[in-house]
């Protein structure tokens, strides 16, 4: 289905054509035209389907159609956006004025890790639509800097991630202060029965909207596990980076210790690096992005938060060197390639001690991820194996072996230790 069959306006048809597309995805020919007729939404789709363009464009479009023929001086807020992270709050801020470009609204996007004198500028002089993570915008609402009385529309976007993140409590804090009267539109990746939940109480008379299998990666997305021994990952990382002239590659690390670690080490070993997560300033955090997107940086190293939202196109390789804790991770971390129907490839690097993850990963995907063992990396221990092995030859740690002795003589009778090895 073309975009001039869903009943846009002329201005929005100009700003798609300018941008190069012409044929909507499946999410948007669903969500444009029941967003169109006032509905409220549930909406879940694979990343990198064009979910952003599904309420973005309609929403647009209300506010264009709906605008008063002689506009206060004063503007007021009639669309709120909320997403997760900063990185794709400025996403989708960036999609709101490419596809507003002939437009006369004035967006102003809100999130932490930097000034709020800029933003308290712009809000200074009025607003029309608001891109914010829910922590700053408290801020602006407990500081009077923020009036959304007379908001129109309200999009939570990538809403899973929002409760995954704890931002339940500050969601309806903000809810509460907005009219009673709107056009609420769901976004999730995934729905999960803590956003049916949510939508339940925040939806009315919702269309649902599902083009995907429910927790499925792009099929664009080529996954592949190698089995490697835990202390050789990053050995194994620089030699396909390396040996396969990967030029654009986001890894997965899960830790902000990690990453920072794992960057400095492929870059001693001629891998430009540069790692991003909560603890770097988002001055760093959008250079790095900046810097990778351009082919400055050949790897960038994430963290799940830090990649939340990051829109790369074209990005031809994603890497887990660690499985996420949260089998739905893996998913939005594939999601990052294979995007606006591009191929990808998604590596994951997988030890013996990330067994249990493995099989929770492929129990979502109801599938058996493909194995390749690499030639020189030959793991020590079979991934199937390792869970039953480990129990059963691991020797507690010495930290506080002391204690443990002195408790024994106490007590001779006692229960026998069995300690795991833990992983940093």
Same mark, same amino acid.
């Given at each position: ?83 997760? +992270? ?88 903000? *809810? ?13 990746? +995934? ?63 899960? +830790? ?117 063992? *690499? ?22 740690? +010495? ?26």
């Amino acid at each position: 289905m073309l975009f001039t069959d869903l009943g846009l306006s002329a201005e929005l048809l100009r700003a798609i054509n300018s941008l190069g597309y012409s044929e909507a995805t499946p999410i948007q020919q669903q969500a444009i035209p029941a967003v169109l007729s006032g509905r409220d939404i549930l909406a879940a789709a694979q990343t990198g389907t064009g979910k952003t363009a599904g309420f973005t464009l309609p929403m647009l479009h209300h506010l264009q159609t709906t605008q008063p023929q002689n506009p206060p001086k004063t503007r007021k807020v009639r669309a709120l956006i909320l997403t997760p +992270t900063r990185e794709l709050a400025a996403q989708v801020a960036l999609s709101v004025e490419n596809y507003g470009k002939y437009l006369p609204f004035r967006t102003a996007t809100i999130y932490g890790g930097v000034s709020i004198n800029p933003q308290l500028k712009k809000l200074g002089k009025g607003v029309d639509i608001v891109v914010a993570t829910p922590g700053r915008l408290l801020d602006h609402l407990d500081r009077g800097t923020l009036n959304l009385s007379q908001l129109d529309f309200l999009v939570l976007d990538e809403a899973d991630r929002m409760l995954d993140m704890g931002f339940i409590r500050d969601i309806r804090k903000i *809810l509460k202060q907005l009219p009673a009267h709107r056009q609420n539109l769901l976004f999730s990746a +995934t729905f999960s029965k803590d956003i049916r939940t949510l939508a339940n109480s925040l939806l009315h008379d919702a269309v649902e909207v599902e083009v995907a299998a429910r927790n499925k990666p792009a099929d664009r997305v080529t996954q592949i596990v190698h089995p490697v021994d835990k202390r050789r990952k990053r050995e194994m990382l620089s030699h396909l980076i390396g040996s396969r002239n990967w030029r654009q590659v986001l890894v997965f690390a899960r +830790t902000k210790h990690g990453a920072n670690r794992l960057a400095t080490q492929l870059t001693k070993d001629g891998l430009h690096s540069a790692a991003i997560h909560g603890n770097k300033s988002q001055g760093a955090r959008t250079r790095a992005l900046t810097d990778f997107k351009a082919g400055k940086i050949r790897v960038l190293v994430a963290t799940d938060i830090a990649a939340r939202g990051l829109d790369i196109e074209r990005l031809p390789h994603v890497v887990n060197f660690d499985l996420p804790n949260v089998p739905e991770d893996y998913v939005h971390r594939i999601g990052r390639t294979a995007r606006a129907g591009q191929m990808g490839a998604a590596v994951s690097l997988v030890s013996a001690d990330e067994s249990k993850l493995l099989h929770a990963i492929e129990k979502l995907l109801d599938t058996t991820l493909e194995k390749q063992i *690499l030639q020189g990396y030959e793991p020590h221990d079979s991934l199937e194996e390792a869970p039953k092995s480990r129990r059963s030859s691991a020797r507690p740690s +010495t930290a506080g072996a002391g204690k443990k002795r002195r408790r024994r003589r106490k007590k001779k009778s006692g229960p026998t230790f069995s300690g795991r090895p833990v992983s940093h």
